[in-house]
């Protein structure tokens, strides 16, 4: 983190963005003081960066854990917008919970945790043990498998309901195969992806976003998320 000092508000954001090269509009900062006198006027803001969100992050999950009384050690990795937290502790099951409903909970309210913190929101996903990567290989397996039976019987398959990660690593995995189309329905936690057959084998790029997760990349025009 970085303090600026000046003015006003305006002068202070105004240096920022000089020396780190950052838009104003992206900036990550606070108010840490401001004095006005009669004849003098001083404001400081404290500017932050990715790293600070990561140790709030991490401490935050830290203090959780220690108020249970688990053992943890954490390991971060930043790529593009996404904030990947490796969670390991000495009662790894009773954090992922039953089908990772306490993982995808604690997921929640770091992210809130880290959103009220620095007022912006950010991509941050929770793994525990391997969790996650080993559950979207699963799902993954399953939708193929699937959609494989989708394209032999021209029958629409719905899947198990699943996450919103879970649900985008299954349309992208999905994405490209011909007469194949997949679609989240449903709410909460509910809901989940209907794989259907489709006639039409054009395919185009568009953007769309599963919610709570993160703007999505490129995916097939007949997925809808």
């Given at each position: 983190?970085?303090?600026y000092?000046?003015?006003?508000?305006?002068?202070?954001?105004?240096?920022?963005?000089?020396?780190?090269?950052?838009?104003?509009?992206?900036?990550?900062?606070?108010?840490?003081?401001?004095?006005?006198t009669?004849?003098?006027?001083?404001?400081?803001?404290?500017?932050?960066?990715?790293?600070?969100?990561v140790d709030?992050?991490?401490?935050?999950?830290?203090?959780i854990?220690?108020?249970?009384?688990?053992?943890?050690?954490?390991?971060?990795?930043?790529?593009?917008?996404?904030?990947?937290?490796?969670?390991?502790?000495?009662?790894?099951?009773?954090?992922?919970?039953?089908?990772?409903?306490?993982?995808?909970?604690?997921?929640?309210?770091?992210?809130?945790?880290?959103?009220?913190?620095?007022?912006?929101?950010?991509?941050?996903?929770?793994?525990?043990?391997?969790?996650?990567?080993?559950?979207?290989?699963?799902?993954?397996?399953?939708?193929?498998?699937?959609?494989?039976?989708?394209?032999?019987?021209?029958?629409?398959?719905?899947?198990?309901?699943?996450?919103?990660?879970?649900?985008?690593?299954?349309?992208?995995?999905?994405?490209?195969?011909?007469?194949?189309?997949?679609?989240?329905?449903?709410?909460?936690?509910?809901?989940?992806?209907?794989i259907?057959?489709?006639?039409?084998?054009?395919?185009?790029?568009?953007?769309?976003?599963?919610?709570?997760?993160?703007?999505?990349?490129?995916?097939?025009?007949?997925?809808?998320?």
């Amino acid at each position: 983190m970085k303090k600026y000092t000046a003015k006003t508000l305006e002068d202070c954001l105004s240096l920022a963005t000089k020396e780190l090269g950052i838009p104003e509009n992206e900036l990550m900062y606070e108010v840490t003081e401001e004095k006005r006198t009669l004849f003098t006027k001083k404001t400081v803001i404290t500017v932050h960066e990715v790293i600070d969100v990561v140790d709030y992050a991490e401490s935050y999950l830290t203090d959780i854990c220690h108020a249970l009384g688990f053992e943890v050690s954490l390991k971060s990795f930043v790529k593009d917008d996404l904030i990947k937290i490796l969670v390991e502790t000495n009662h790894n099951s009773i954090l992922i919970g039953k089908n990772g409903s306490t993982l995808s909970s604690l997921n929640d309210l770091t992210k809130l945790a880290v959103s009220a913190k620095f007022k912006k929101r950010f991509r941050i996903l929770l793994d525990i043990g391997d969790y996650k990567d080993k559950k979207y290989s699963r799902v993954i397996f399953a939708a193929k498998k699937a959609a494989k039976d989708v394209l032999k019987n021209h029958i629409e398959i719905k899947l198990e309901p699943m996450t919103p990660d879970e649900r985008k690593k299954v349309h992208n995995a999905l994405t490209g195969w011909k007469n194949i189309s997949t679609e989240s329905i449903g709410d909460g936690k509910d809901r989940a992806i209907t794989i259907k057959y489709v006639n039409n084998t054009q395919s185009f790029k568009s953007k769309s976003k599963e919610e709570n997760i993160v703007e999505s990349e490129s995916i097939d025009s007949t997925t809808t998320l």
